[in-house]
């Protein structure tokens, strides 16, 4: 038994555009984005925003001119600690915790993995940025 598919032409003529996020003006590294930052055009981007509420409230990490699409590696999670700025250092482990001041050496977000230096000793260490903007340098 042979089972014959028939497909219409008209159907396939019909091209299907998919709206993709763009920046409404532009905006500066670093900066948050806003509801006001971003409206919608007509594109099919694999690799573009097709949600509003994906954009709001991130951080550009690049320029975003106006009228050109937002794309994955242009924004992140907004930074919580900033270049120079001085932060506490944790170290755990085996029920030990230590703690001392450092100075953060890059800018991070959440869940960043950043250089940091001991102001004690002045080495110079990587550590995770925790959820309240410590440094956990223990792993």
């Not at 007509?42 to 994906?54: E, I, Q, V």
């Not at 992140?76 to 030990?96: K, M, T, W």
């Amino acid at each position: 038994m042979r089972i014959v598919a028939i497909v219409t032409a008209s159907l396939l003529a019909c091209p299907v555009l998919a709206e993709t996020v763009v920046s409404a003006r532009t905006i500066r590294p670093n900066q948050l984005i806003t509801e006001m930052d971003v409206t919608f055009a007509n594109a099919d981007l694999s690799n573009g925003y097709a949600r509003l509420s994906d954009v709001i409230g991130q951080e550009a990490r690049v320029a975003l001119y106006a009228g050109r699409p937002i794309l994955l590696g242009d924004i992140g999670p907004p930074a919580v600690v900033d270049r120079n700025q001085l932060v506490l250092l944790r170290y755990h482990a085996n029920g030990i915790t230590i703690s001392t001041e450092g100075r953060a050496l890059e800018r991070g977000a959440i869940g960043d993995r950043i250089r940091i230096m001991n102001l004690g000793s002045r080495a110079t260490l990587f550590g995770r940025i925790l959820t309240d903007g410590t440094i956990d340098v223990g792993n």
